[in-house]
């Protein structure tokens, strides 16, 4: 087994459960009691709709800058399978990541996997050999019966509660709500930075009996031109300057990421001079990211109606272009009509691209479900996002806007491309 590759590895684990998620704690539970994996370091899990990536980011950046060695978990991954799990601010390597497969599969006997459920084994075997000083474990996908919540956390971070993955999670805000709820733990801080969290939230807090932290309420920020004002738990931090991470939104994220770090400060305390450092430093790809030269090219993940719209107030706040060019591609089990309505006002041309796979979408199709959803902008269809991305820049003219987003796998195949142009020396406009 240990003569596999990585990637063989993950072909490997792809095939080991017959569904691509399968929501329950008993198969890890039982996989990861056989592996005698040892935590002992505070544990911070970041759930919601949309945020919670943002949210690490800025965990692990704060963390780091205080001297600590954090351990940070996250998914899915852009360009490599190794981002999803980081050590002290670097990937871990393929060989390391082959070793924990390799372990975990030692453990698991006949116990069925999904992908998902062994790479969080996988990366707990890694943290408990690294005995990081901190860390932060985002959510694959709800919360109560995700993977990730087999650890009991120090601190629960509730970003926000959307409608997403409505199969697992139900399609109403009270039904994701109480799923998301379930990493709250007995007698520990549980930070809520929805504005208006659903009441199933609160009841699922209290009922865990939680120490509740709210946004507005417990803590909260306030925004002033150039600089911003976070006060929690522990006080007022004023005047910090904006995070690396662009939007608006991202100040809600980052007094998410302070009031955590309140809530467990007695164990993992951090300077004023450590919150400047790491949300300056904090920036994941893909998050309102803009790629330097022209046209200008942002890539944003969004792939729900909630981060479409902060997709369109960023791109609102952006300043002029007299074309916003939108490469889109989305899978089918998404909102696609409800994202793509929310950002058209902001889109004078579509760049539509198919993506592979069983959620896959064709462009033609995504064509017939953009028209029924009103939106009257010129459109092309093209095979892939790299097709789709190369259209737009060959029209674009270097004032314009190329806004990629309605998918990791769009966004990710429009980074490769970029990387490849760059290793190629190529320059455009």
Not at 15 to 34: E, K, N, S, T, W
Not at 47 to 53: D, E, L
Request: proline share 5%.
């Amino acid at each position: 087994m240990s003569a596999r590759t990585l990637a063989q590895w993950l072909e490997f684990i792809g095939r080991q459960h017959p569904d691509a998620i399968a929501l329950g704690l008993d198969r890890v539970r039982a996989v990861l009691g056989r592996m005698t994996v040892r935590i002992e370091c505070p544990v911070i899990t970041v759930a919601g709709t949309n945020g919670k990536g943002s949210v690490c980011a800025m965990l692990e950046a704060i963390l780091q800058a205080s001297g600590r060695r954090v351990g940070l978990y996250t998914s899915p991954h852009l360009l490599r399978y190794n981002e999803r799990v980081r050590v002290d601010g670097s990937e871990v390597a393929d060989a390391p990541l082959i070793e924990a497969f390799a372990a975990v599969e030692r453990a698991r006997g006949a116990v069925p996997l999904t992908y998902f459920e062994y790479g969080t084994l996988a990366a707990l075997w890694l943290f408990g050999r690294a005995a990081p000083d901190a860390l932060v474990l985002e959510v694959g996908l709800g919360g109560r019966l995700d993977a990730v919540n087999v650890l009991d956390a120090d601190c629960a971070v509730l970003t926000s509660v959307g409608l997403d993955h409505a199969e697992y999670l139900g399609d109403t805000r009270e039904s994701v709500g109480r799923e998301k709820a379930g990493i709250f733990r007995g007698g520990k801080p549980a930070v809520v930075a929805d504005p208006e969290p659903p009441a199933s939230v609160l009841e699922g807090a209290a009922r865990a009996g939680a120490q509740l932290l709210r946004l507005g309420k417990d803590f909260g920020y306030r925004a002033h031109p150039g600089q911003w004002d976070y006060w929690g738990p522990c006080g007022r931090r004023a005047a910090l300057a904006y995070p690396a991470l662009r939007g608006a939104r991202q100040l809600r994220n980052a007094a998410a990421a302070l009031a955590a770090l309140d809530a467990v400060h007695g164990r993992l305390p951090v300077s004023m001079q450590d919150v400047r450092r790491g949300l300056a430093a904090a920036a994941p790809p893909g998050r309102f990211q803009v790629v330097p030269g022209r046209p200008q090219v942002i890539l944003d993940v969004a792939h729900n109606p909630e981060a479409a719209q902060s997709l369109a107030d960023n791109l609102a706040a952006a300043g002029f272009a007299a074309e916003t060019r939108a490469v889109f591609g989305m899978l089918r089990d998404k909102d696609i009509a409800g994202v793509a309505r929310i950002v058209a006002p902001r889109v004078t041309r579509w760049y539509l691209c198919g993506l592979g796979g069983p959620r896959g979408i064709a462009a033609e199709e995504l064509a017939r479900i953009l028209a029924a959803a009103g939106v009257r902008a010129p459109l092309t269809t093209h095979l892939d996002a790299a097709a789709a991305f190369a259209a737009a820049r060959e029209e674009a003219e270097e004032n314009d806007k190329i806004v990629v987003f309605g998918s990791f796998l769009t966004v990710a195949e429009v980074m490769q491309s970029l990387a490849a142009t760059r290793t190629r020396g190529g320059t455009h406009g």
